[in-house]
């Protein structure tokens, strides 16, 4: 597998590719719009947005003030720390989507005004980090200590050094970062730059043949210094968590198109990490009753820290698996609001550097979401609204989803959502949906936009689907 050049470049295996191009084909959608959607993944979104925890943050304009002081502050310390390379970064100003969601602040990444300059730095010393850190790292996070595969061997903390993805998976966690470099440069995309917190050796234990992972330190491994667009965000993590959530804009509309009511009964039965079931007992102002599920423990152990964190006292979590509802315990019809946030292909995360799924994975996804769905629709009373989402892009886990649910379930309705994005697209028409009903779906996805309106922050999202039902008496 090759990395030659942009041109060139993959996001996906061959069979994967050729699996997505032909789905879009289905519905009218050709290679140019295929390659349009890559283009737009590969790219970060350039905008931050955050969540405000009403149960503890003062009104907006507080909220914006204190987040502007956390951005003048970090963006303070490190053009400090720059000012002798000669980089500096224009602090970004944050705003509250008034109009649309108050609840919402957001902020430009900064972009250096040396990029250039950067772009050519070449340090020897090199690390390679795994894609998933990458990712993540393009998001705002820092480069924590279990995402890096890899280091020079002469690596010592304070270093300045080049950061690289290991877009195959196939560098060895241990090994030399310069050998592998030498060997597998076309595998590696280069990703920005930062300062190394520890010697190698602190990182890594060192044996002849078998290398491994010290585990004696824990956290931050790097320090990012730029990435190589250019753009920089200080990490969340210094920012108090407990007021301001960070979470991206479409999973902010998706719980407040559940419009839950103070008093009801809320089941959000894929839950973790709880980003949304937070919000929702938010928007209740904590009156009423939040059931959420997951399926792994350690997530149910996270999320109840998350509640008590932020002050989310309606919400009882359950290790539950929601394909198999204990109908002893739960009761049918008894759920004015469900949430189904699903576990899907996640193909809507931006930037999207590589990623391996194969074909019998990506396909995995559509029965197992119907498992859910179906459990969630006996849970839903009557005159109750049910709303699934994915953050993915694909028909298969989202229209089509759709189209199969309103064939199974006759009293199943698709209905409005608000709030609505109109800067993003509705669903698009496939078997079983008619244009009328594809209008009723939120799709972040590209459309056929001109490229001035992509920097708008309600095109600039991840990729995302909501679909919201009413069941009929
Ligand atoms: C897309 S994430 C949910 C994100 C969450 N709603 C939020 O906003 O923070 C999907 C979640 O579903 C969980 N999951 C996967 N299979 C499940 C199942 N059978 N039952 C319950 N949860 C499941 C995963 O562990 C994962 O945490």
């Not at 809320?266 to 079931?277: E, F, H, Q, V």
Request: aromatic residues 12%; charged residues 25%; positive net charge.
């Amino acid at each position: 597998m090759n990395f030659p050049n942009e041109q060139n470049r993959k996001y996906f295996t061959d069979n994967t590719s050729e699996y997505l191009e032909k789905s879009f084909q289905k519905v009218g959608l050709d290679k140019v719009y295929f390659e349009k959607l890559l283009e737009w993944l590969s790219k970060s979104p350039k905008w931050n947005t955050l969540r405000v925890n009403k149960n503890l943050a003062n009104n907006s304009k507080d909220s914006v003030n204190d987040i502007q002081n956390f951005l003048d502050k970090s963006f303070d310390n490190l053009n400090n720390k720059l000012l002798k390379e000669g980089v500096y970064f224009p602090i970004p100003k944050c705003k509250v989507l008034s109009n649309f969601l108050d609840e919402c602040i957001v902020y430009e990444y900064s972009k250096s005004k040396s990029m250039q300059d950067n772009i050519k730095f070449k340090s020897d010393i090199k690390c390679i980090i795994d894609v998933k850190c990458a990712q993540a790292v393009f998001r705002g996070a820092d480069i924590f200590i279990p995402g890096i595969i890899s280091l020079s061997l002469s690596a010592k903390s304070q270093d300045l050094i080049c950061i690289y993805a290991d877009l195959e998976g196939k560098c060895l966690k241990g090994s030399d970062a310069n050998l592998y470099f030498k060997k597998s440069v076309d595998s590696l995309q280069f990703i920005g730059t930062g300062w190394l917190l520890y010697d190698r050796d602190q990182i890594f234990k060192n044996s002849e043949q078998k290398l491994y992972f010290s585990g004696k330190i824990k956290g931050i491994g790097i320090r990012l210094k730029e990435l190589v667009d250019g753009s920089y965000t200080p990490p969340f993590h210094y920012l108090n968590q407990t007021k301001y959530f960070p979470q991206n804009l479409p999973s902010i509309i998706c719980a407040r198109v559940l419009d839950p009511k103070p008093g009801q009964l809320i089941l959000d039965m894929c839950a973790a990490p709880g980003g949304k079931t937070t919000h929702l007992a938010e928007i209740i102002g904590n009156k009423g009753q939040i059931i959420a599920f997951d399926k792994i423990s350690s997530k149910i152990l996270k999320m109840n820290e998350l509640c008590k964190k932020l002050n989310t006292k309606c919400v009882e979590c359950f290790v539950t698996d929601a394909t198999k509802i204990d109908y002893s315990v739960y009761m049918a019809e008894s759920f004015d609001r469900i949430l189904v946030d699903a576990p899907c292909s996640a193909l809507g995360q931006r930037p999207l550097i590589f990623n391996n799924i194969d074909v019998n994975q990506l396909k995995s996804y559509v029965n197992y979401q119907r498992m859910i769905l179906e459990n969630a629709v006996k849970l839903l009373k009557p005159g109750g609204f049910m709303v699934y989402s994915t953050c993915t892009i694909t028909l298969e886990e989202n229209e089509e989803q759709v189209s199969w649910l309103l064939s199974k379930h006759k009293k199943l309705k698709l209905v409005d959502q608000t709030p609505f994005n109109f800067a993003a697209s509705s669903g698009f028409q496939c078997e079983g949906l008619d244009e009328s009903q594809s209008r009723l779906l939120q799709r972040f996805c590209p459309s056929f936009k001109s490229e001035d309106d992509l920097n708008d922050i309600y095109y600039d999202t991840n990729g995302f689907f909501i679909s919201k039902f009413l069941k009929e008496y």
